[in-house]
C-alpha cells in the first residue's frame, strides 16, 4: 500500500510562482507515487477571513483550476473541499480537549502570525480569535481524518507537524491506537524571493507573479525588477547573483542561463534586454498552464466534478477513521 500523503491550501486567492517552485512541483512529482489527499481549506481560511466569505468561496474555485492546469491529476490525488468534510471538524472538537492554551500561544508559526496581526491592527491582542489560535487544533484534524503519514510542507509549518504530533500521541495514550502518527516532508527548495528582492513572494507583500497573469501584467512586474544596483549604464558589468532578474531565468530554467550569467558579467547584457528575454521565456514556461486554464474557467462543470468526486472519496476515509475515534473515545452509542 502505497503512503498516505496529505496537504492543504487556503483559497484565499490564486496560486502565484511562489507556491508553484516553492510547493506545488514536489506535489506534481511524487503525485503518482502516493495516496494523495490535497485540501482546499476553506474552513482555515475563513478563521482570519470570517468576514469575508465572497474571497474564499471564489477562490476555491480558483485554486482548484490553478492545481488542475498545473498538472495535479485528479485521478491521483483526492482534491476536496474541507468544509465539506464534516468529519475534520468533530476530530477539532475532541482534539481541543488535549491541548492547553499556552501551548497553543507557545507555537511559533501561530506566535509570529499573531505578532503580524498585532502590528497591523494595533497592539490589543482583541483581533486576535479563539479560531485563529485553536487552528492548529484543526489542522491536526485535517491530517488526522485521514491517517495522513507524510505532510510536504515549508519550514514555517513544521510547529504546526510537531504540535499535530502531540495532539496524537496524548490522543492514543488516553483512548488507546487510533490515530496515525505523521511526518513532515520538508521541501526541498528554500522559499522563493520577490522580484523586489524580498526574501519571500507573497500576494500580500504585493510582489506575487500569478500563475494566470497575463503578459502584460507580467511585463510591468519584471520592468520593475532589482538588479545590480552598481550597474548604471547598459555596457557596465555586473553581478548577476544580486540581480532578481538572473534569478528569476535560473528559476524558470531559462534556456540560455550560462550565456546570461557571462554576457552579464561582461557587460554585454542591458538590464532592458534581459528582462525582455525573461518575459518572454516566463510567458513560454506559463503557456501550456494558461491553456489549461482557459479550458477549465470554459467548462465549470468539469471543475465540479473533479470537486465532489474527491470530496466523497475523502469523506469515506475520514469516515472510518472517524468511526474508530468515536469508539475508542466511547461516544459510539447506537453504532453496532
Ligand atoms: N496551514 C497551511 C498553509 O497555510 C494550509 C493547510 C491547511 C495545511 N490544512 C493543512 C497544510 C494540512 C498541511 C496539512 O499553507
Redesign the pocket.
Known sequence: MPKIV?????PTGKLHLGHYFG?AQTWLKIQNDYDFYM?I?DI?ALTDNFNNPDKVRVNVREVTIDLLSIGINPDKVHLYI?SMIPEIAELTVLYSNLVTMARLYRNP?VKTEIAQKKALFGNSGESVTYGFVG?PV??AA??TAFD?EL????E??LP??EQ?REIVRKFNSIYGETLVEPEPLLSSTPRIKGLDGNDKMGKSLGNAIFLADNEATIAKKVMGAITDPQKIKKDDPANPDICMVYYYHKLIDSKNLDDICVECKKGERGCVACKKELIHNMMEFLKPIHEKRTYYEMHPEVVDEVLLNGTEEARKKAQEVMSKVRKNVKIDYFDD
Open positions: 496529505l496537504t492543504g491550501l487556503r510547493a485540501e481549506a482555515q474541507q508559526t487552528y484543526s489542522q485535517d491530517i495522513g505532510v510536504p510542507v515549508g514555517d509549518q504546526l507537524i499535530c
